[in-house]
């Protein structure tokens, strides 16, 4: 349940469950939470500029607690689009590699996801803040330089699909803290023959914090009395 916000002292410490609005960087929204609390904020694990929910925020004191909040268990509900792949797996570059999807049903896409069931290795994507040489990869990428990717273990507690709008595959993933779900859409997607990307993502849950539970901007806006732009990433496609 919210706790009401003028019932809140931001510099002695406090946690913010908030609900990152889709298009707005990680960064951006704390930026403004700063401002508005007048007080020193931190937060445990970003989301990607086109993903939307729920991140943790710290203010004051408080931010000595982040470093226990950043490997919990995260939940994520999405789609994604059989029949074309994409360079970062997600919208934020436009679908290449197009290809037919007329035979691929829904018991072929339940039998395959069993792939990405319980412990796994994953690559991670290449546009990503992983770091190699002391790089984001991301930034090799963009440099057009080799990439070199080792696995990483991760766990799919939970991996649901809905499949009545295919090409569009609707989920939910609870999975550990890390792992990428770009990369399952995008193995989902190899392993079906047909390429896939992810095409939309809400973060539901952190450990036992929810979404439902999570302030939105205009809440947060409408209690300081003040507003603004925060940096956006605008879709490609």
Known sequence: MKQALDS????????LLLD????????????????????????????????SGLIICCTGKWTKKLQGLTGLDKTYTGTIMLGATTPTFDRES??????????????????????FEGDIEQLPPNHSAVKQDGKRLYELAREG????????????????????????????????SGTYIRSIANDLGAALGCGGYLSSLVRTEIGDFKLADAYTLPEMREHFGTFATLKKIDPKC
Request: aromatic letters at 8%.
């Open 8 to 15: 809140i002292d931001f510099k002695e410490g406090s946690m």
């Open 20 to 51: 990152k609005p889709y298009g707005n960087t990680s960064f951006g929204l704390v930026f403004q939470i700063k401002r508005w609390c007048k007080a020193k904020v931190g937060h445990a694990g970003t989301l990607d500029p086109l993903a």
């Open 94 to 115: 436009l679908p290449e590699n197009q290809k037919p999807t007329e035979h691929i049903t829904a018991e072929k896409v339940a039998q395959v996801k069993k792939q």
């Open 145 to 176: 330089k080799k990439i070199r990717k080792a696995p990483r273990h991760q766990t799919v507690y939970l991996f649901e699909v809905n499949c009545e709008k295919l090409p569009e595959v609707s989920f939910t993933i609870k999975c550990s």
